[in-house]
């Protein structure tokens, strides 16, 4: 399979990418910077330049092509509201535009649930993210590509388990970057898997236990 990932440089792209080389996948990684690239060719991608906010839809449709997926885990990552806009909510859109216009069907989406640290205090930029995240999902839904949309919890660093709780609604809590890596690298190479939105946190099942049973 031949993945193109769209924020490969990040906590959950870099574990993705080593786990789709492994198993013998081709991985194309965007990425804005210098430094960005080198991570990424670190991983085991191939490392491309792209923007999400300046590349028109066009541009981003020529870099996809000839790839059997594309996987969405950029994001501002608290550097404005106004970037997170940009994008988390206008970039997801291109994306999802450019992979139509390439012909590439298969697209993940790492999204956020909608209750994430609702105990906690709450910005104005936290909400305005939440908001913008939601948008982009349902715009994703709406088109014909063969999308699947991942919710993780709150994401952990340390080891992943290989142990989760998936479903369409499972209650809000923790996951591991290494799991939720694990959870997607597993899911694409799941076809019947498509057009859900799956919640994701730490759990009892093993991934693949966990993929499989979404598609019974």
């Known amino acids: 399979m031949q993945v193109f990932q769209i924020g490969a440089a990040g906590g959950v792209g870099r574990r993705l990418t080593q786990l789709l080389t492994a198993r013998g996948d ?42 059997d997926a594309v996987v969405f885990s950029a994001g501002a990552h608290g550097t404005g509201m106004d970037k997170t806009t940009l994008i988390d909510g206008k970039g997801l859109e291109k994306a999802a535009d450019a992979a139509t216009l390439a012909g590439v069907s298969r697209f993940v989406l790492v999204s956020v649930f909608p209750d994430a640290l609702r105990d906690g205090e709450r910005s104005e930029g936290f909400e305005h993210y939440i908001k913008v995240k ?71 099942t093993p991934v693949a236990e966990a993929v499989a049973r979404l598609t019974t």
């Open 26 to 67: 081709t991985v194309t990684g965007m990425h804005r910077g210098p430094a960005q690239g080198e991570t990424v060719r670190k991983a085991g991608a191939t490392p491309v330049v792209g923007d999400l906010i300046h590349d028109s839809v066009e541009e981003l449709a020529g870099k996809m092509r000839g790839h």
């Open 134 to 204: 939601k948008t982009a999902d349902v715009f994703l839904t709406r088109t014909g590509l063969d999308w699947l949309i991942v919710r993780p919890g709150t994401l952990l660093d340390t080891p992943g388990t290989g142990r989760v709780s998936a479903g369409p609604a499972v209650e809000y809590g923790d996951v591991h970057r290494d799991d939720v890596a694990a959870f997607i690298d597993a899911a694409l190479h799941e076809p019947a898997l498509g057009r859900v939105i799956v919640e994701l946190t730490s759990g009892d």
